[in-house]
């Protein structure tokens, strides 16, 4: 269905007018939608006709008829240009009530039902009563003055302008809804997810009985107290002064125990007349080596935690070790006792791990330790006390060396990168000098054994020679440093009789040994030994330590299966492995005597393992 528009039909004053052309818009039966084509047409400038052209709203791609704008310049009068004399009738039989009723309710139908079928963008629109406007402006200068027509004639005008424009404002506001229900459906609408109710005292299935706190019968088991996990963990500091050296885990006998001190300071006044003995060849060394092994009789659990620090009195007659443990504790285990449950003796002169210990090379009768609680302190066996040597609650210590052959002078490393130096003879506990260092963190710090006045520390990714005559308070700069490593660095270690070796364990899974036989801007790297030194979080870090009496070999843990304990060359051969059936946890600090064949290795759980001929 179409519905149709009427024009102006008027007459002028004269009867000719040149001929123009005009666009006349048909409808073409024979498609199932109306298509609007432009046909020349003569008309007459006087009389003004009017003429009515169908088109259908099924199709959205109207194009308003716009007249041509020379009409306009040739025609001043308010003309109409239209058909001939010929469609009259026709204009007038449209122009009928009954016929204009009809048509604008049929119109209403086809506007629903292509609305329906599809909708474009209000751009390609065009309203009836915008190509009236349109088409006002273009041909004649206002319809609202309708000279020349009959009363009759003018009220049909305007209704049709009226029906027009409104036919034209609900097409308009049909289109606006149609948009705002597309972009409400386009926004997704926010559905949250409902959660469960957790059931009250609901007991999840797979659960152990230990963590639902009952016992194999159902019976709940009484609550532990958090309080005392808290003391356990953190330990008051002990009080300053010397403490009795009284063993934890003895009675009161303590008859048995001073003879057993006596035993030792006499064996170690036979510790000062020792010879230098020149070194062996590999080949003798490897059959050393090989001789040394383990019993069931040569491991004890001497401490409750894990080992942090293990040493071996040089005497030649009797084997007498000591062991540091997180815990504080030092551990004495005498392996020439004839009961060997009585050999061990446990003792509580620090509040936190045991971080270095070692027995005074000039006085063998004492045994220094140092703690990360702040304290150095030494045992007197002649005393059967544990003096405090140094002592600052400010500061964590690290490592200690003896700075003299004496062992009269200390060089002390502090976790946060300082230097203390303190001297044993002086009275009171507190150091001499302090230094900065250019580290963040010292972890070892080790004395050339010819020019005592260099040492060597460890840290965090770097090595540091220093010069003792050299260190300064404000900042202290090193003479040599070895940047080859990439992560971690647990020890650094001089060769124990030239100095000319130094090797180092870092966590990057290599030990490296670098050549200081020339102590000068740079030291090279000899040689780089592949081995696996990553042992976790609960295991002691591996260090490397030189062989007292074969300065060319150093011995180190290791995580391979069997377990075991690797000695190296400086060159990078494996020189020999100890293995037994009672090594059967890792080893991961290791110290050898000075002159005898006796090695002895600690594991995280405070077990000492000796290998001896």
């Not at 003018?154 to 506001?173: D, H």
């Not at 007498?320 to 443990?325: F, Q, T």
């Not at 003479?479 to 992560?487: G, M, N, P, Q, V």
């Not at 000319?500 to 040994?513: G, H, I, S, W």
């Amino acid at each position: 269905m179409s519905w149709p528009i009427a024009e102006a039909e008027g007459r002028a004053g004269s009867k000719q007018c040149p001929e123009v052309q005009v666009n006349e818009y048909k409808e073409n039966e024979n498609l199932a939608y109306t298509t609007l084509k432009p046909i020349q047409t003569t008309t007459l400038g006087k009389a003004i006709k009017v003429y009515l052209s169908p088109f259908s709203l099924s199709n959205y791609k109207l194009d308003p008829p716009k007249l041509s704008k020379s009409l306009l310049a040739k025609n001043s009068n308010n003309v109409v240009v239209c058909k001939k004399t010929k469609l009259k009738k026709n204009c007038r039989e449209f122009l009928t009530p009954k016929r204009e009723l009809t048509v604008q309710k049929s119109s209403l139908d086809t506007y629903t039902e292509s609305n329906k079928l599809e909708h474009k963008s209000s751009s390609d629109l065009v309203t009836p009563s915008g190509d009236m406007e349109s088409s006002d402006e273009d041909t004649t200068p206002g319809l609202d003055d309708f000279s020349g027509l009959s009363p009759y004639e003018r009220k049909r005008l305007k209704n049709i302008r009226e029906n027009a424009n409104f036919f034209a404002s609900l097409q308009l506001s049909e289109s606006a809804t149609r948009l705002r229900e597309m972009i409400k459906k386009r926004q997704p609408t926010e559905s949250k997810r409902k959660r469960p109710r957790k059931k009250e005292n609901e007991i999840g299935c797979r659960r152990s009985m230990r963590l639902l706190k009952v016992d194999p019968l159902g019976v709940s088991l009484p609550e532990i107290p958090a309080q005392l996990a808290l003391i356990e963990e953190e330990k008051p500091l002990l009080p300053p002064g010397p403490l009795e050296m009284i063993p934890e885990n003895q009675d009161d006998r303590n008859e048995l125990f001073k003879m057993v001190l006596k035993t030792w300071t006499e064996m170690s006044k036979t510790c000062t007349e020792n010879t230098e003995k020149g070194l062996s060849s590999i080949k003798s060394y490897k059959a050393n080596l090989s001789g040394m092994i383990i019993s069931g009789d040569t491991v004890r659990k001497l401490t409750k935690g894990s080992i942090n620090s293990v040493a071996i009195h040089p005497s030649e007659t009797r084997t007498l070790v000591a062991a540091g443990a997180k815990s504080g504790q030092i551990g004495l285990w005498d392996l020439t006792q004839q009961y060997k449950e009585n050999g061990i003796y446990v003792f509580y002169p620090h509040s936190q791990p045991v971080g270095s210990l070692y027995f005074s090379p000039a006085h063998p009768a004492h045994l220094l330790s140092l703690s990360y609680d702040g304290t150095l302190r030494c045992g007197d066996f002649s005393s059967a006390v544990f003096e405090e040597v140094y002592r600052n609650e400010r500061s964590s210590f690290s490592s200690f060396d003896f700075l003299t052959e004496d062992g009269s002078t200390l060089l002390v490393g502090h976790w946060d990168g300082h230097l203390s130096l303190v001297d044993r003879r002086t009275p009171g506990n507190s150091y001499e000098n302090i230094f900065n260092s250019s580290m963040k963190k010292i972890r070892t710090v080790h004395v050339h054994p010819m020019l005592r006045q260099y040492f060597i520390t460890a840290g965090l990714r770097d090595v540091h020679i220093y010069d003792a005559r050299h260190l300064n308070s404000r900042g202290s700069q090193p003479l040599i440093s070895l940047t080859e490593h990439t992560k971690s660095i647990a020890s650094a270690y001089f060769s124990p009789v030239t100095g000319n070796r130094v090797v180092t364990t870092c966590a990057d899974c290599k030990l490296r040994v670098f050549d200081s036989s020339c102590i000068s801007s740079q030291i090279p790297l000899l040689t780089t030994i592949r081995h696996n030194t990553i042992t976790g979080r609960w295991l002691t870090r591996f260090q490397a330590v030189w062989d007292p009496k074969q300065e060319d070999c150093f011995i180190v843990g290791s995580m391979a299966h069997p377990r075991r304990v690797d000695v190296f060359h400086e060159t990078g051969k494996n020189v020999h492995s100890f293995f037994g059936e009672c090594l059967m946890s890792v080893c991961s600090l290791n110290v050898m005597h000075p002159t005898r064949y006796i090695l002895a290795g600690g594991n995280s759980s405070g077990r000492l393992h000796v290998f001896m001929n």
